[in-house]
């Protein structure tokens, strides 16, 4: 197949990215299996024909794919196809990454098992070096993803047809597949620390395996292409930090500086070597910023934000939760901020890389949002501990996100007002972000029932900016009580007086001339409230509760909800296929509204 006939053909992982790779996307052959056959009849053993065809990264469910759409429940899928290891990689051990495989994932190549995976939403990488032959071989992929409310579902529904707002679920690669060649010992992740304060940053270097003699390890530093720090160290060991000084001489500014308004970052090749011979050479990237809160403020390079961030879902009509291209990224983040948003709080949804490195690129602030379970159980817990050490761990280098959510509306945990042992799992998902990352700040249960957390963040869908006012008239009494009908913090917590305080979903103007579109299932559609009649109401309505929100005198920014009708949720500034449904620029002219509260991060 032509390269450009390849889906998505570009390279995934920008901020982990290898130059000889190869993108195995495309046409693979494709089955269900409903009965759960195929283990016990060795459907993993080269030379059996699957029934269908499938293309690949996108799921069965969707257009894109060849089959769907459809809300039929397949809990057992089997893909293959043929791979030949081009000249180039020969020689070199061969790494297999799947981006993403919703949920769990058996990997066989040329019948014999390379390795499992859980988790739908995070990447997971095999060594498939010893499998391979000479010539042509046979990858074969055995995914089960079955509707368990254990699993980080997000917005993906567990039952046929549509709910509420929850939307048809993805299951199997929706994600990229890709080989990557490195030496006998590669680089497994790099994590960039900025240490804004004192001009530095620390390398934070693993090895996928133990050393087997010393090797020497090269990090450099590069800005606009010219070379800025290079350092050079002996690495006897697994793991190795090495701290750089980014001071630059001869300089009024003392190092490149990474905000929304110049989005600056730093180019990094991190390269392995024993006795001149190269074992790995991986690039990334990072910024120098700076986000935490201070005395109910969010400072970003120790300056004030205020934000106005938008609730985006990243669902498309062909292609459900998997973009359909590089350039559609490129496209509602340059609408976000079109919009006069300054960041997207990424709903319910591990976003591909590519939105993040983007979003770097182009100057958006963003929220990482963990997907909900709809179960509490010790499987639950342990599939958010992995679902949010694996966000972290893939995406830790990206400065545009600054505030990790693990929990939403306490859905999956809805005893959490009083249940001790509820309470505890959002402290430890709160405790594991900052032990994994201290540079971000956390919202642990976004909505209401505060634990323990860096922002008090609630939602209030009221129609009116003056219910609103009076929902928020007194910190105190919004904090000891609840602002609507949810109650602000966890029975047994109390507010330290630390917190930011945002809105962190309001609004869902619905229009009444803006039906479903696509495959609803024959579901009405819906937004919050009474849909309003013409632009002149919906901008009526907007100023209104957006102004009352800009007006609480002790909140730090709201987000709106949302960037885009998603299936039956037709509340979105644009329609599924991203076309505006207001004036943009008046819409970001009321957004940003000089009269509000601005600063100079903002």
């Known amino acids: 197949m032509a390269m450009q006939q390849i889906p998505r053909a570009e390279h995934p992982r920008p901020d982990f990215e290898r130059e000889n790779w190869m993108n195995l996307n495309g046409t693979w052959q494709f089955d269900f299996d409903d009965a759960d056959v195929g283990r016990r009849e060795k459907w993993y053993l080269p030379g059996r024909s699957f029934g269908r065809e499938i293309l690949v990264p996108f799921a069965y469910q969707t257009r894109a794919s060849g089959i769907g759409p459809t809300d039929e429940i397949h809990p057992v899928l089997w893909y293959r196809r043929v791979m030949a290891i081009p000249e180039r990689m020969k020689g070199k051990r061969i790494l297999l990454h799947f981006g993403a495989v919703d949920f769990e994932a ?3 190549v040329n019948g014999e098992s390379a390795g499992t995976h859980r988790g739908g939403y995070t990447p997971f990488t095999l060594d498939i070096t010893r499998l391979l032959r000479d010539g042509e071989n046979d990858l074969c992929l055995r995914a089960e993803d079955r509707p368990d409310c254990t699993q980080p579902r997000g917005k993906q529904y ?3 047809g549509l709910m509420g707002c929850w939307y048809t679920p993805v299951s199997g690669i929706w994600q990229t597949v890709y080989l990557e060649a490195a030496g006998e010992t590669a680089l497994r992740s790099i994590h960039m ?3 804004y304060d004192r001009h530095l940053c620390t390398a934070e270097i693993e090895l996928d395996s133990v050393l087997t003699a010393p090797a020497e390890l090269e990090v450099a530093l590069r800005f606009d292409g010219k070379p800025v720090r290079s350092l050079r160290t002996e690495m006897a060991g697994r793991r190795i930090s090495v701290p750089v000084d980014l001071n630059a ?3 009024l500014e003392p190092m490149h500086v990474w905000t929304p308004e110049r989005p600056e970052l730093y180019s990094v090749d991190v390269f392995l070597r024993r006795d001149g011979e190269e074992l790995d050479h991986v690039k990334t990237y990072f910024g120098m910023r ?7 403020k969010v400072y970003l390079n120790n300056c004030p934000l205020y934000q106005r961030l938008v609730l985006d879902q990243g669902y498309w009509p062909d292609t459900l939760l998997t973009p359909p291209s590089d350039e559609a990224l490129q496209e509602d983040i340059r609408m976000t901020l079109a919009l006069g948003y300054n960041g997207a709080r990424k709903h319910q949804k591990l976003e591909d890389p590519r939105y993040y490195y983007w979003a770097d690129r182009m100057g958006l602030l963003v929220w ?3 997907p909900s379970p709809y179960e509490f159980c010790g499987q639950s817990v342990r599939n958010l501990f992995e679902t949010l050490s694996g966000f972290i761990d893939r995406d830790y280098n990206h400065p545009c ?6 929990l939403n509306e306490s859905w999956g945990v809805r005893q959490i007002y009083t249940d001790r042992r509820q309470q505890a799992l959002a402290r430890l998902l709160y405790q594991t972000a900052k032990a994994l990352d201290g540079t971000r700040m956390v919202s642990v249960n976004d909505g209401w029932e505060q634990v323990e957390t860096d922002i008090c963040a609630l939602h209030d869908y009221a129609a009116e900016g003056a219910v609103l006012a009076e929902h928020f008239a007194s910190r105190e009494e919004v904090e000891r009580h609840a602002c609507d009908w949810r ?3 966890a029975e047994g917590v109390a507010p330290t007086g630390r917190e930011a305080f945002l809105v962190t979903e309001y609004g869902g103007i619905a229009f009444s001339n803006i039906g479903l579109q696509g495959d609803a299932g024959g579901m009405e559609s819906w937004g919050y409230h009474d849909k309003v009649t013409s632009e002149e109401a919906f901008f009526e309505r907007f100023r209104s509760v957006t102004d009352a929100i800009r007006g609480i005198p002790y909140c730090q920014g709201y987000c709106y909800t949302q960037l885009t009708d998603v299936l039956q949720e037709v509340n979105g500034l644009m329609t599924p296929d991203r076309k505006p449904k207001i004036d943009v620029e008046r819409f970001a002219s009321i957004n940003r509204n000089p009269g509000a509260r601005t600063n100079q991060a903002d």
């Open 368 to 370: 990482g949002e963990i």
């Open 158 to 160: 567990w039952e046929r």
């Open 193 to 195: 620390t900025p240490d």
């Open 249 to 251: 001489q001869g300089s």
């Open 106 to 108: 058996e990997v066989y």
């Open 290 to 296: 700076k986000v935490e809160v201070r005395d109910g």
């Open 487 to 489: 109650p602000c913090y």
């Open 401 to 406: 996100i600054i505030t990790w959510v693990p």
